[in-house]
């Protein structure tokens, strides 16, 4: 092989390299390439080193080495050859020189451009590009042979329509028809007409039309085109089997209906033989499937399964018909030559099955054809109509899309979720559609599981199947959003599967669909509810977050100090009109659903006629002064130039214009009408009252207001002590009104202080006391140094100015720095907060940090006690270890020991989380069987304690409080069926348990994440609430119980005004309980008069007395044993009584004999195993030894009906946002926002918990000298 020009150097110059490599060839090959003519590779010499192409001066020689080789590629035999080679190095200069200025003659002579795809350059390739790859040009080439066929169908109908059946015989034929009988010369009609016998068929009719020359002319051109577009797709599609192809069925009709008329060409002859070119539609249909496949692929459309599959059916039809019409008319030629008009009449009325008979074929070729027809349409129309009925069933199941144009002129939200469930979807749907606004919004549902049978049936229920879309598909796919059309969605509902046994992977799964709609849609309102509060960092850029466990804890928490907030909580989320329960004869009921009306709402102060004649007036003078003329709670109020809500944010704060103001009521402002009140038929004055509608609580002035007087003189605050609102000392002779300070419109800063913290300096002593008398432990106030998980608020709290071992932080084991093994050793002041839980997960913390808050006195901590399924770990535990009084134990509630070992009876709250592992059941509804059995087993054996129950599923709080034969139970199930009936989105709410708080389901707050996408706030409110965000200057969520020295403040609106006035504190509801009498069944035994008597007598004497000095329960004890004797005294004097009311009393007595036989059974039980566990058994009280507040806890669910007070009983409700003259009764508990103690105190930089104890002393000083 010769040396290339570039290389010309080298063969000039008789070099030792060029020699010896040339010398070292074998002797019968060709001359041998070195290793500088590799232009294509990436170096030039075998060493990897670079030289510049260019006569050397003095090269250097290259020395030869036999013990060295190297591989020479010899492009001419295609092998590798071995030589013998050493390569020195370049001397340094060159090197260098190499090193600044690169590879010059790589980069310039050495590159080779390389083209790629050669393979389609060819012919074949290039037609196959036109004619089928490209989407423009196949599709062009596809709609011009659709109407090609079109044409050739058309030509026939003008062929048929020209036809002469007289002339078409003659025309073709010579002399030897001209001489054939002359019986064969009668017209068609008439040599039909004969008899049966004379009926001959004239087959050369059928076989030879009449065609003129224009319409030959053009049915050849056509044909031509078409054969050779045949021949050349065959060419194309060719793949090695040649009679695959010919055999095809749109093969054969091409060349039936084309090599003919080309053969006419040179046998002119032939020119009107028949050519059934009809059967071209059949391929106009096929043209037509590929044309239509062709535009789905143009404009990406990939969901036209369903389209196809109606379009095939038509065509099919169609062509069905069109083939039988035309075939009948040819063939019919021969026989009655029938119209062409007269053929389709036939085919319509045979494949409508109607058949009248006055058009039918009368030869046998027809018949035949006929026949021959309808076997075919039998055959392909049901496999046609089966596919057809199969997409329809799998479009129905996938939901199909959502289109564009919708999209585009409608609003609609999207609803993504794992698995749908019916009670999820209906309260989605009442919650979403129960606001005006969202009436004409359309809920897209895409959910990757089939749709059960449940949510099929709801959705065709007309209220929501012109609404509601569900769409088949996975939130991770691009294609699923745009049939969802995401990108144009109002808003996207990400929801969680919170009846995973695997919450975590449940999170992860909601993580990725959010990121998966933030990628395909930025700008759509995201709206994200997380299950495990260390996963919601991975979502905050979502526009709201509700992470389930960090609202569950907290409002657990709260439920302990303040009770029923999950109540309040969930009322107050919930959108309603207040309609509930207003047809029931109980004024309970009638109350509770009123207030239940009441939601949050917001307003501009300068747009608002609430609160605009407030501006610049302090806000408790606003709050005050606003529920008293119109109704409404002012809870708290958003800056312009601020992002944050403030609740309560105190009388030091001034109203402005631009602030917006959050408000509790029926209704929002906008949706009120302002009703001029007329009292002048009452003789009072009119300026400034107003009242509104009757639905909306927009209350006059009452005639307790009235009489209010406001001492103008002395505005300071009356003492308080202990938290009790004790009236102020009146001169005279006491019968003057006690007063109530009017609240300022500007605050005096020296007057208001809170009410529960204006006790002695002792409550809040920094060193806890123990029973004992020496210190035990020191307390300061700082942020907790471990946070359990990213994303968690920081709140001020009550810590350990060290944190406490691991090993003291177990309950029920000893260690070397204390021996305590029970909670009786630890000898604490308050009763224990016991929580039930599975694992202590992150979420857990957010129970303590609530009821470790910095505004909880210290003297009323509660010591925490987790009862854990499986043990912490030091993660957990390092959190949790800065906080007092907590502790943890393992063991489960179905466990008497674990019970009496964490000090069970010297709690006074036990709450029952859901546990994770059994929120999934094989039954619906059964994931609470074991809860619900526990805690009624609980109640049984420790009727004293109050027990706060998570459960998975609301409908089954119903047996929280189950009784069989209890007629009140069943009327609260009627009423419960009723308001679900009338739509209402709380219908369980009447349900004593949830009414007084004691039960509790995550899936109520729901409606909060919906409630956001109307109310923006409303998340940050709730967790404002709840403890779980804090917000310098916003206020926090408290309870103040009404005793018999508050009771002279009378009414709701007076209590208002005496807060507001003297701690600035703001009222929104009341937690009451009252006494109630429950109507027996007749199958109970039916009470005396004596009976009745003695109930009479007892609850005027529970109204007179005091239940804190006189144990209720002891009374009743008493009662009951007195109506026990009484009975025993009449059965005594009546022994002559016949023998069957003798048998109904033995049965009585040994029905009490029982009851007393089962409750001694229990304590007995439980003595017993506190004995074996080496527990003090003083401690464990019997039901007979109850106090007054043990019996309010336990017959707030009903325990006591059927073991001493068979008609009296008690039920407790919340009321949110009471009107003004609503009357205090005693024992109601009031939630109360409290402004921030904080708010006013001058700053001091943040406490670390390395410093915790060295500045505690000076926290101490500065903090709690204001009462803090």
């Known amino acids: 092989m010769q040396l290339t020009q570039e290389d010309d150097f080298v063969k000039g110059d008789s070099t030792p390299t060029t020699a010896a490599l040339q010398s070292e060839g074998s002797a019968g090959s060709p001359a041998k390439m070195c290793s500088e003519c590799y232009v294509n590779q990436s170096f030039v010499n075998d060493d990897g080193t670079v030289n510049d192409h260019k006569p050397r001066s003095s090269p250097a020689p290259i020395q030869t080495n036999s013990n060295r080789s190297g591989v020479i590629l010899d492009i001419s035999t295609l092998k590798m050859e071995q030589v013998e080679s050493e390569v020195p190095p370049l001397p340094p200069r060159f090197r260098f020189r190499d090193l600044l200025l690169g590879d010059q003659t790589f980069q310039n002579d050495d590159r080779v451009q390389v083209e790629f795809y050669v393979n389609e350059n060819t012919f074949k390739e290039r037609l196959k590009l036109f004619f089928i790859k490209n989407q423009r040009s196949s599709l062009r080439i596809r709609v011009f042979n659709f109407c090609l066929k079109l044409l050739t169908c058309l030509l026939y109908i003008i062929r048929v329509v020209t036809d002469n059946p007289g002339q078409s015989s003659s025309a073709n034929h010579s002399a030897g028809q001209q001489n054939a009988p002359s019986g064969n010369n009668k017209c068609v009609d008439c040599q039909w007409n004969g008899s049966v016998q004379d009926r001959e068929i004239n087959w050369e009719l059928i076989f030879w039309v009449d065609r003129k020359v224009p319409v030959w002319a053009i049915q050849v051109i056509v044909a031509i085109i078409s054969f050779l577009e045949t021949m050349l797709l065959m060419y194309l599609s060719y793949k090695g089997n040649i009679w695959e192809q010919i055999f095809q069925v749109s093969f054969l009709l091409e060349m039936i209906n084309t090599v003919p008329f080309i053969i006419t060409i040179s046998w002119p002859s032939i020119r009107n033989i028949f050519i059934p070119v009809f059967l071209n539609c059949w391929l106009a249909k096929c043209a037509l499937e590929n044309m239509i496949n062709d535009v789905h692929r143009a404009i990406q459309r990939t969901n036209s399964a369903m389209f196809n599959q109606v379009l095939i059916l038509i065509c099919t039809l169609l062509c069905l018909v069109f083939t039988g019409t035309c075939g009948i008319q040819h063939l019919e030629r021969a026989g009655k030559n029938l119209s062409l008009f007269n053929s389709f009449y036939f085919c319509i009325v045979t494949f409508s099955t109607v058949g009248f008979g006055d058009v039918t074929p009368r030869i046998w070729p027809s018949q035949l054809l006929v026949v021959i027809m309808i076997c075919v349409a039998l055959v392909v129309l049901p496999l046609q109509f089966e596919e057809l009925i199969y997409l329809w069933m799998e479009r129905q199941k996938s939901g199909g899309n959502y289109s564009r144009h919708r999209a585009q002129t409608e609003k609609h939200v999207v609803l993504c979720v794992s698995a749908l469930k019916i009670d999820l979807l209906m309260d989605f749907l009442n919650e979403f559609y129960a606001h005006p606004r969202l009436q004409d919004y359309y809920v897209v549902i895409l959910c990757p599981s089939e749709m059960d049978l449940q949510v099929r049936r709801v959705l065709q229920i007309p209220l929501w199947s012109q609404r509601v879309i569900y769409l088949q598909g996975s939130v991770l796919k691009d294609q699923d959003l745009l049939r969802a059309k995401m990108d144009d969605a109002e808003a996207c509902f990400i929801l969680s599967s919170r009846n995973e046994v695997d919450r975590m992977a449940a999170d992860h799964q909601t993580i990725l669909r959010a990121w998966a709609v933030k990628d395909f849609a930025p700008n759509c309102p995201l709206y994200v509810q997380i299950l495990k509060p260390e996963n919601k960092f991975h979502v905050k850029f979502a526009d709201h977050v509700v992470c389930e466990e960090e609202f569950k804890y907290a409002m657990l928490a709260l439920n302990c100090v303040c009770p029923a907030t999950s109540t309040l909580v969930t009322l107050l989320v919930h959108t309603s009109r207040g309609r509930e329960g207003q047809q029931s004869p109980e004024q309970w009921q009638r109350m509770y659903g009123c207030c239940s009306g009441n939601e949050v709402y917001h307003i501009r102060l300068c747009d608002s006629k609430f609160f605009g004649e407030y501006n610049g007036k302090s806000f408790t003078y606003a709050s005050f002064h606003a529920h008293k003329k119109y109704g409404v709670c002012l809870i708290g109020i958003k800056r312009e130039d601020n992002k944050s809500i403030l609740l309560n944010p105190g009388p030091r704060h001034i109203m402005a214009a631009t602030d917006t103001c959050y408000y509790i009521n029926i209704t929002k402002e906008e949706n009120s009408a302002f009703i001029f009140n007329q009292e002048e038929r009452k003789g009072r004055p009119v300026g400034g009252i107003y009242d509104g509608p009757s639905q909306l609580p927009v209350h006059s002035i009452i005639a307790s207001m009235g009489t209010v007087a406001m001492d103008l003189q002395n505005t300071s605050p009356p ?359 429950f109507t027996t069944s007749e199958s109970q035994v039916s009470m005396n008069v004596d009976d009745c008597e003695d109930t009479k007598e007892r609850g005027d004497d529970s109204r007179s007395n005091d239940q804190s000095d006189h144990p209720l329960l002891r009374k009743k004890s008493m009662q009951w044993a007195r109506r026990l004797s009484k009975k025993s005294v009449r059965w005594q004097g009546v022994s002559r009584d016949s023998s069957k009311d003798h048998a109904q009393r033995i049965a009585q007595q040994r029905l009490n004999l029982y009851r007393r036989s089962e409750r001694e059974e229990l304590s007995e039980l439980v003595r017993n195993r506190m004995r074996h566990l080496g527990l003090p058994t003083s401690g464990y009280e019997d039901l007979t030894n109850l106090t007054a507040s043990d019996v309010m806890n336990r017959v707030n669910l009903g325990y006591l009906q059927d073991e001493q007070n068979d008609q009296q009983n008690t039920l407790s409700y919340v009321l949110i946002n009471p009107s003004p003259d609503t009357r205090l009764e005693l024992n109601d508990i009031v939630y109360l926002i409290r402004s921030d103690p904080l708010a006013h105190v001058p700053e001091e930089p943040p406490v670390h918990s390395s410093s915790l104890k060295e500045r505690h002393e000076s926290i101490i000083d500065t903090r709690e000298d204001t009462q803090l």
Request: a negative charge.
């Open 719 to 1077: 003492d308080v002590s202990g938290g009790k609102l004790v009236p102020p000392t009146v001169n005279g002779t006491g019968s003057r009104r006690p007063s109530i300070a009017p609240v300022q419109e500007l605050a005096d800063s020296s007057s208001i202080l809170p009410c529960d913290l204006l006790s002695d300096q002792s409550e809040d002593d920094s060193v806890f006391i123990d029973e004992k008398g020496h210190s035990s432990t020191e307390y300061v106030k700082g942020y907790p140094p471990n946070s359990p998980y990213i994303g968690s608020s920081p709140t001020l709290c009550h810590l350990l100015a060290e944190k406490a071992p691991f090993c003291c932080l177990r309950l029920d084991q000893g260690c070397r720095h204390n021996s305590f093994e029970d909670a009786k050793a630890y000898g604490f002041k308050n009763k224990l907060i016991i929580v039930s839980a599975e694992t202590a997960g992150n979420g857990l913390y957010n129970f303590i940090v609530p009821l470790r808050a910095y505004y909880r006195p210290r003297k009323e901590l509660n010591p925490i006690v987790l009862l854990l399924d499986n043990p912490p770990d030091n993660h957990f535990l390092e959190a949790i270890c800065c906080f007092p009084m907590v502790y943890y134990m393992a063991g489960t509630i179905d466990n008497l020991d674990s019970l009496l070992q964490c000090g069970i009876i010297y709690a006074d709250n036990l709450v029952v989380v859901d546990k994770e592992s059994t929120m999934s059941a094989e039954e619906d509804y059964m994931a609470d069987a074991k809860t619900i059995v526990n805690v009624q087993t609980m109640f049984r054996l420790f009727p004293s304690l109050s027990i706060i129950t998570e459960l998975t599923h609301p409908s089954n709080m119903r047996f929280m409080q189950f009784r069989a034969k209890d007629c009140y139970s069943l009327a609260l199930s009627k009423l419960e069926k009723k308001e679900r009936d009338k739509g209402s989105n709380l219908a369980f709410m009447f349900r004593l348990p949830f009414a007084a708080g004691r039960v509790f389901s995550i899936s109520m707050l729901d409606t909060l994440l919906y409630q956001s996408f109307v109310k923006d706030y409303m998340i940050l409110i709730a967790r404002l609430l709840l403890g779980l965000d804090t917000t310098p200057g916003s206020g926090y969520l408290c309870a103040m119980k009404v005793t018999e020295e508050d009771l002279w403040i009378s009414t709701y609106g007076r209590l208002f005004q005496k807060l507001c006035s003297s701690s600035a504190e703001i009222p929104i509801g009341i937690y009451r309980t009252e006494s109630h009498i």
